[in-house]
């Protein structure tokens, strides 16, 4: 009966204040939607950087005129280096292959294959810095086996040198539109039960308990954060469509994603509408 | 049933309420008058434990204002009923519904609410009107359907603040003859009035205030009567 009573009246609440609910339904959605665009923003640079990140190799190249063996034993040698995460051995026909798809015939203007064999390093996650890359590299650079070996330097200097203030920056635009929306979103469910404070008020004069004034605005409050936040997650799955088509194919969000933003109304609901009734409630 | 003990109330510095003692016996019906700020809501506030004083101690039925805990009020006041001069009914409901609200919040089982509500409406003689929304309803009406609002609950006291402050002289009577009727059933009334009119006419004991001092208490035998 209890919890009949107070799904009912959270329901009818919402009827019966239908403004107020559309104002605060279309606030959650509109902030929510800001924070999802931020996220899908951030989430789809950090993976573009991951991306290439995830790219940095170092290619070694070796003495041609290694036997098999030799090579095998370069290649166990490499793997078993701190921060190495594999290895793999490009013959000097695999180079040209490789070379042929990307820009085409070169056997008709050289006459031989001009590619040495050599190795593809892949670092492991964790060895990004530069200091740590360098390391490697001396280490490989100082075996007779090797001839030269090459990374793209100048990026990871410059991923490296922009990094933390990318995060920081993100961060804090993050947390700010985070916070703006909040206070958004708490505010304007305050209001909402600001104006009902007569029927809080004839709540408590009848004797009603803390459970039962409280109970159908924070019922109603996570219906308002609920909605919204299903709406905003309309919006944005919208958006991404759109964008996907017209401009990059590859943007993507992740599944959880929408789950976040539901979670995170329907939390600010509950959370806003517990608190803004507290206020109603000394006696 | 309903006691304070020299209670004295402070707003700020101000005080609202001083040095207050009396006693309201079961079945009484009381009137407290006195002029615009004297203290007599206050009193009716300290009753239903919306307030509570700075100094002394209210006592109402099993309840002490020094010791009772936030999550006891709400029994408190389903044992006292409450009317306003402006009502304070729901405007989005109606009549049914303002009546039956006062069991729904404090969890009263559907099927039994409908039976009180109705019997309760037809005390107040609002039964022919239980579908209407307040805002047609007259002034009288409406302060009918707060009283059995009020009284739906089976208090043993009703408190009145005001209660003829936006009414005729005759719908004024009105209320009061429902007052007393309510009052000869066995409930208590405390009014709060500045109708000395209605005093004459509905002779009761009455406390009078003065500028938050008890100033004086006249049985009923002392008022002189009036024709109804």
Redesign the interface.
């Known amino acids: 009966?209890?919890l009949f009573?107070l799904l009912k009246?959270g329901l009818a609440g919402f009827q019966?204040a239908r403004l107020s609910a559309t104002i605060t339904i279309v606030t959650v959605t509109l902030s929510l939607t800001l924070i999802g665009m931020f996220g899908l923003i951030v989430q789809n640079l950090s993976h573009s950087f991951q991306q290439l990140y995830n790219k940095i190799q170092l290619e070694v190249f070796i003495d041609p005129s290694l036997s098999s063996s030799q090579v095998d034993s370069l290649a166990r040698y490499l793997n078993s280096l701190d921060g190495v995460g594999y290895v793999n051995y490009i013959t000097p026909q695999h180079a040209l292959k490789e070379f042929e798809s990307d820009f085409g015939d070169i056997l008709s203007v050289l006459d031989a294959n001009p590619f040495p064999p050599s190795f593809r390093v892949v670092l492991k996650g964790g060895y990004r810095k530069m200091n740590e890359i360098e390391s490697i590299v001396r280490k490989i650079e100082a075996l007779e086996e090797v001839d030269e070996v090459n990374y793209q330097r100048n990026i990871i200097r410059l991923m490296n040198k922009y990094f933390l203030l990318g995060v920081i920056i993100t961060s804090a635009v993050g947390a700010t539109i985070f916070f703006i929306s909040t206070m958004l979103i708490f505010n304007t469910i305050r209001l909402t039960i600001h104006s009902r404070r007569?029927?809080i008020?004839?709540?408590?004069?009848?004797?009603?308990?803390?459970l039962?004034?409280k109970g159908p605005f924070v019922v109603e409050g996570i219906l308002q954060g609920l909605l919204g936040s299903l709406f905003a997650c309309g919006l944005l799955w919208l958006g991404v469509d759109i964008i996907r088509t017209a401009l990059f194919p590859t943007l993507h969000i992740p599944l959880y994603y929408y789950g976040f933003l539901i979670l995170t109304g329907t939390m600010l609901g509950l959370i806003g509408s517990y608190i803004s009734i507290g206020k109603y409630l000394k006696? | 049933m309903i006691e304070l003990f020299n209670v004295s109330v402070t707003l700020g510095k101000r005080p609202i309420l001083d040095h207050i003692s009396l006693k309201i016996q079961k079945g009484e019906f009381v009137y407290l008058i006195g002029k615009t700020g004297a203290g007599k809501t206050t009193l009716l506030k300290l009753i239903?434990?919306?307030l509570f004083p700075t100094r002394g101690n209210v006592i109402v039925d099993k309840y002490s204002s020094s010791s009772i805990s936030?999550?006891h009020?709400?029994?408190?006041?389903?044992k006292v009923g409450?009317i306003f001069q402006d009502f304070?009914l729901?405007t989005?409901r109606n009549v049914f519904d303002n009546v039956a609200?006062?069991l729904?919040?404090?969890?009263v089982?559907?099927k039994k609410i409908k039976p009180r509500v109705l019997a309760v409406l037809n005390r107040v003689g609002l039964t022919h009107k239980r579908y209407v929304m307040p805002d047609k309803l007259s002034g009288g009406e409406q302060q009918r359907v707060a009283i059995a609002?009020?009284l739906v609950?089976e208090p043993f006291v009703l408190l009145a603040d005001e209660p003829t402050g936006n009414l005729d002289p005759h719908v004024s009577k009105e209320i009061l003859s429902l007052l007393e009727s309510i009052n000869r059933s066995g409930t208590a009334v405390v009014m709060a009035t500045h109708n000395y009119d209605l005093i004459r006419q509905y002779p009761h004991r009455t406390i009078v205030l003065d500028n938050g001092r008890l100033y004086k208490e006249i049985p009923a035998s002392q008022i002189q009567g009036k024709k109804k």
């Open positions: 009966m209890k009573f009246e019966r007569n029927l008020s004839i709540m408590r004069l009848v004797g009603a308990t803390r039962f004034i006696y | 239903y434990m919306d936030p999550r009020i709400p029994y408190l006041r389903r409450v304070k729901l989005d609200f006062a729904q919040v404090i969890g089982p559907g609002r009020a609950n």
